[in-house]
Every structure is written in C-alpha cells, then in structure tokens.
C-alpha cells in the first residue's frame, strides 16, 4: 500500500485546512492510521490517530480544533485543521500501523507506512 498525502499549504492564524490521505490499496480496520507532524529540528510527532474498533486520539495541543476521519470506501483518510497557530507548523504525514491493537499508542515507532508529507504553514 503507497499512501499520498495533500491539502496542505500556507494559511493565515486562525485559519483552517482539511488533509487528505489516499490509499492506493485497502487498509483493514484492523489496522490503526494516523496524521504526524515534523517541525523543523523537532522530532516526528503524534497528532492524531484512529485505532482498531474506530477510538480516537488526539495530542493535547490539537485536542477541539481537529478532527481525524477515514473513509473506507473511498480508502481515505482526512485531517480537518480548524483555529490553525503558527504552531502547528510542519510537514504533516499519513501512516498505517505495522500491528494491530485497539489500544495502539499514537508514536510514530508503531507505524510502518508512511506517506511523502504534505507541508503545513500557518503565518501569524
């Protein structure tokens, strides 16, 4: 499975994006799929992530202005950025677990799938 990334772009504090990430192949449910971001000299970092059975996480610093989703139809999965800091700043990626568990922690060692990164800028 290749997974690609788009959506992202530059946009202004407060502003809001939507991430798509496109399967080229079926991901299981019983896979877990995230959005990760990397800062610049900063290390890769868990944003969101669905896990088997659908439970959500967020990092704290994203928690009420974003939304993880999937579309398994479509084999997609989207990451809607509201109120957007210049924090949030980065290369943001797409990324399918390496196992399955429905208690799977976000941390990017748990996935081995990784879309190129589609970057984020948000000006202040």
């Known amino acids: 499975v290749q997974l690609v990334e788009s959506g992202g ?7 809001s994006l939507r ?23 900063k290390e890769r970092e868990g944003v969101s992530c ?37 924090e949030d700043t980065a290369v943001y990626y797409c990324a399918r677990s390496r196992w399955s568990s429905y208690y799977l922690s976000c941390s990017a060692s748990n996935f081995d799938t990784w879309g190129q990164g589609t970057e984020v800028t948000v000006s202040s």
């Open 9 to 15: 772009g530059l946009v202004q504090a407060g502003g």
């Open 19 to 41: 991430l798509s990430c496109a399967a080229s192949g079926y991901i299981s449910n019983d896979h877990a799929v995230g959005w990760f971001r990397q800062a610049p000299g």
């Open 50 to 86: 669905i896990r088997r059975g659908g439970g959500t996480v967020y990092v704290d610093s994203v928690k009420g202005r974003f939304t993880i989703s999937r579309d398994n139809a479509k084999n997609t999965m989207y990451l809607q950025m509201n109120s957007l800091k210049p």
